[in-house]
Nanobody
Framework: QLQASGGGLVQAGGSLRLSCAASGRTFSTYGMGWFRQAPGKERDFVGYISRNGGSTYYADSVKGRFTISRDNAKNTVYLQMNSLKPEDTALYYC?????????????????WGQGTQLTVSS
């Protein structure tokens, strides 16, 4: 199970960190992704971190502003979001993918958290 948290209301230019806590003892065997979905839009890839945290990938829209990290001892993955823009407003989801291959494809992820809302005001 994945539990995302940390969402809220932030002014444009501000920062926020999302967390995603996983239950179980196999967290380190999963690559972790972050996705977001704005109202009326599809769920889009935001970023991904490999099982050991050695590799990260980002959508062009967040590159240089967002940073993914993980603490396998705490079974938690983080999404640090800086220089936030109103267009970052969305419901943010974390997802876990077994194996080593990076993907942005939603159905290739094995489990999903419930989502946490970020609203960025202008």
């Amino acid at each position: 199970q994945l539990q995302a948290s940390g969402g809220g209301l932030v002014q444009a230019g501000g920062s926020l960190r999302l967390s995603c806590a996983a239950s179980g003892r196999t967290f380190s065997t999963y690559g972790m992704g972050w996705f977001r979905q704005a109202p009326g839009k599809e769920r889009d890839f935001v970023g991904y971190i490999s099982r050991n945290g050695g590799s990260t990938y980002y959508a062009d829209s967040v590159k240089g502003r967002f940073t993914i990290s993980r603490d396998n001892a705490k079974n938690t993955v983080y999404l640090q979001m800086n220089s936030l823009k109103p267009e970052d407003t969305a419901l943010y989801y974390c997802a876990a993918k077994k194996g080593v291959e990076f993907t942005t494809v939603l159905y290739e992820y094995d489990s999903w958290g419930q989502g946490t809302q970020l609203t960025v005001s202008s």
